[in-house]
């Protein structure tokens, strides 16, 4: 029996007038802005990642070979592919066509749901939210990576979704799946596609008071199929680079839980503070205005209920990250990017809400952005990891070695030095080497490091109660130099000519 499937709502002339204009204009402006974040300094996400897949390699101890990266394959391509170049700020320069994919999509699917004026308000809020400081989207982060992803997803979704003809519908299905299932492949917590896609046909078969009618089924099936293609694919890769699917489990999801333990075993104060200022930035973002905007529409539709559940799980994906740094914010982008358009293409009170929420956000990203950059430019401290890499490049020989004292491994990749210990971050050095041991017993075997640069106080977190590690590195290391307020240690055997310190 043939599937009936409702027609598309007709667009009137005068409703995509100028739409692709403005898109093209808010498309425009993500390029220039991002464009701008190259010439800054790398953060130490991004300095890890490059480090680690300049080092990607088989039959190593670890998913990605000598170095413990807890992200996705995806993920780590994408920094693969910009460490084929040797210039640090090509990770940067990748991310301007993922941000622009993500405003282009949020604009179709604001256009498929509310016509031209939603598509031109969700171009404007994705612009703005992909290209804020506040939100930490300067960086090239893994949730920068997988937004876009989750917006062709339910753009995808929204297609099939108004799409005339079944064939045509499961084909738009097929490929939603396809980009619902890749993106928690770049950051795991980003399940939003799939949850649009099961959220959409729920509430169509809640409406309908029918199982899976017509359309619905047509997407669910075609959706569903389509998430196994990426999955399909890592799996090959995992098992054509040795790889068994405890050690996928074990890195890329268990870690995740046992670090949640320690982020709140350890103190629950530094969390809690993270977690305020993650509020205010969603405040001051206008990311609160948009949801709540957002609240005072009455849901009608499906395509109304899947934006309020998917939203509804980016707030609690985000919560359960642990450690509640900016750029988790951006794992809402999407959705509230989405219900800015729909919302405010009606010339309702809500309407009228959202457009002046949309605003807020617009000129707070405008905001942030000219701040940023003036901050960059007049304040040398902001650059203190990137010149103490620097200076220690100037300072080491090509053979050397270094270990950051804890985190930041920025100014490794900066240095372009390895390092013999495996954790970059301090994260899974609380969590997989909470007393030190290995990290000990690098300092005193016989792949020692040459250099080692202090960015933390050795005691940090109540890490090194009872100075054992301090004890080691004294015995063997020696304060050659203090740069930008971060003491360098040198292996007490050998002699390094040092540079001239920066200006911090």
Request: charged fraction near 15%; include cysteine.
């Amino acid at each position: 029996m043939a599937i009936a499937f409702e027609r598309p709502a007709r667009r009137t002339p005068r409703d995509s007038v100028g739409v692709r204009r403005w898109v093209t204009y808010a498309c425009g402006v993500v390029v220039l802005v991002r464009l701008i974040y190259v010439w800054q300094p790398l953060r130490s996400d991004e300095g890890g990642y490059l480090l680690a897949t300049r080092h990607w390699k088989t039959g190593g101890e670890f998913l990605y070979g000598d170095y413990h990266v807890d992200r996705p394959p995806l993920l780590m391509s994408i920094y693969r592919l910009a460490a084929l170049s040797d210039w640090d700020p090509m990770i940067r320069a990748l991310s301007i066509p993922f941000a622009v994919v993500a405003v282009a999509a949020l604009a179709r699917a604001g256009y498929l749901v509310a016509g031209g004026r939603g598509a031109c308000w969700s171009a404007a809020v994705a612009a703005a939210l992909v290209t804020s400081p506040a939100l930490a989207a300067d960086q090239a982060d893994g949730e920068l990576f997988a937004l876009p992803i989750v917006a062709a997803s339910v753009a995808l979704t929204l297609e099939a979704w108004r799409a005339r003809g079944c064939r045509r519908a499961f084909w738009y299905a097929v490929a939603a799946g396809v980009c619902a299932a890749a993106a928690p492949l770049i950051k795991q917590s980003f399940l939003d596609g799939l949850v649009f896609v099961l959220a959409l046909v729920t509430a169509d078969s809640a409406l309908r008071r029918r199982v899976l009618p017509g359309r619905a089924r047509v997407v669910a099936v075609g959706a569903g199929l389509g998430a196994v293609v990426p999955l399909l694919a890592v799996l090959t890769w995992a098992r054509s680079a040795g790889v068994d699917g405890t050690s996928l489990w074990a890195e890329l999801v268990a870690f995740r839980a046992d670090a949640f333990a320690v982020i709140w075993q350890d103190s629950i104060h530094r969390p809690l503070t993270r977690g305020v200022r993650l509020v205010a930035l969603a405040i001051v973002s206008g990311m609160v205005p948009l949801a709540w905007a957002w609240r005072r529409a009455t849901p009608t539709s499906p395509e109304h209920w899947a934006v309020s559940c998917t939203l509804v799980f980016a707030v609690a994906a985000l919560l359960a990250g642990g450690s509640y740094w900016p750029h988790y914010l951006l794992q809402l982008v999407p959705m509230l990017a989405l219900a800015a358009g729909i919302r405010a293409a009606s010339d309702s009170v809500a309407g009228a809400s959202m457009r002046w929420a949309a605003r807020v956000t617009v000129l707070s990203a405008a905001v942030a952005a000219v701040v940023t950059t003036v901050a960059y430019a007049a304040v040398p401290g902001v650059w203190s990891l990137q010149r103490t890499g620097t200076w220690l490049a100037e300072s080491s020989h090509p053979s050397d070695t270094a270990v950051v004292v804890y985190g930041h491994p920025s100014v490794l990749e900066a240095a372009d030095l390895r390092s013999p210990y495996p954790y970059l971050w301090s994260l899974p050095v609380r969590t997989l080497d909470p007393e030190l041991a290995r990290l000990r017993a690098t300092l005193a075997g016989p792949e020692a490091p040459t250099w080692i640069v202090q960015t933390s106080a050795l005691n940090s977190w109540n890490i090194d109660e009872g100075d054992q590690l301090r004890s080691v590195i004294k015995a063997r290391y020696d304060v050659v130099a203090t740069i930008c307020g971060h003491a360098v240690w040198l292996r007490s055997d050998l002699t390094r000519p040092a540079a001239a310190p920066p200006a911090c």
